[in-house]
């Protein structure tokens, strides 16, 4: 199959993306679809519905290559972690994992807007750059389904909230210095709505089972572009020499830790202490705003 067009997303990388669709009001995207391909008339009557079901590709997964060329080799895994179990697993056919025998993804979003091949969506829990195979009107009739259960482990929402956030004295300061930078092109209409972005985002923990257990564990020195493999990037308030001459401190705390969100572009660093209590520090251009800043300069 190939792709039908492609998700421009607030999220710019894997980390903040909402797990599931509709917890992040604000989060906004734009779906683009291939001129080539699909005709402008095809999505004549789509702007009636409230919203859609979207089909599309897990395209960030690290396994992808090996998952689709060499099926015996991509160390496929039958269980997966699950946040709301705190790590427990269980089979992936029970959960909503990206990293499936067959990499496809099922979300529905609300329809804002339509404009020619461009379908304005918020609610979204895709990330940047994700390819769309389909797109389908969502039907309350017959997808809504009365009386359907989960397991009691679904509903433990209460596990990922976070217990308050606040913002440093610096914070507004800082966003106003980057606004600039990203106004024209911001999916947003000021920066007290991208802050609200940013509030939703940061109202579920969107750390890893392990660094919401072991924040230390997943530190590691990293450069000012660098980021985990899950894309989380965290750093410390350690020196730098204690990594250089091998020493792990020993004394790092949840508070010691800097988490960083990146959304459109935009690096916000925030701090999570052991009971959920978020302080969200300041924003600054990310990689690839900094390279812009630089070209224009």
Not at 198 to 221: C, E, G, M, T, Y
Not at 250 to 278: A, K, M, P, T
Request: with cysteine; net charge negative.
């Amino acid at each position: 199959m190939a792709q039908i067009g492609v998700v421009k997303s607030c999220f710019s990388t894997r980390n903040g993306t909402p797990r599931q669709p509709l917890l992040v009001p604000l989060a906004r995207a734009t779906l683009i679809f291939d001129s080539t391909r699909v005709p402008q008339a095809s999505l004549e009557g789509l702007e009636g519905y409230s919203h859609c079901w979207l089909i599309y590709v897990f395209h960030l997964n690290t396994n992808l290559d090996k998952l689709w060329k060499k099926p015996s080799q991509s160390k496929f895994k039958a269980k997966v972690r699950v946040p709301r179990l705190e790590g427990e697993k269980i089979g992936v056919f029970a959960t909503r994992s990206p990293h499936r025998p067959c990499p496809i993804g099922l979300t529905v979003a609300k329809v804002e807007a339509v404009h020619g091949r461009t379908v304005l969506l918020s609610g979204v829990d895709l990330v940047d750059g994700t390819p769309i195979l389909d797109i389908k009107p969502y039907l309350p009739y017959c997808d809504s389904i009365q009386g359907a259960t989960v397991p009691d482990w679904v509903k433990m929402d209460d596990i990922l909230a976070v217990a308050s956030i606040s913002f440093s004295e610096d914070f507004s300061s800082s966003l106003a210095d980057c606004w600039a930078m990203v106004e024209k092109k911001s999916l947003y209409f000021s920066p007290d709505e991208f802050l609200s972005l940013i509030k939703q985002v940061l109202s579920w923990d969107i750390r890893s089972v392990a660094q919401r257990s072991h924040p230390h564990n997943a530190l590691r020195k990293t450069d000012d572009c660098s980021v985990e493999d899950d894309d989380t990037v965290v750093r410390s308030c350690v020196r730098e020499e204690d990594f250089e001459h091998g020493h792990e401190p020993q004394s790092l705390s949840f508070q010691d830790v800097i988490y960083h969100l990146v959304l459109e572009g935009l690096d916000v660093s925030y701090r999570i202490d052991s009971i959920g209590n978020v302080l969200v520090e300041k924003v600054s251009l990310g990689c690839s705003m900094q390279n812009v800043d630089k070209n224009i300069s």
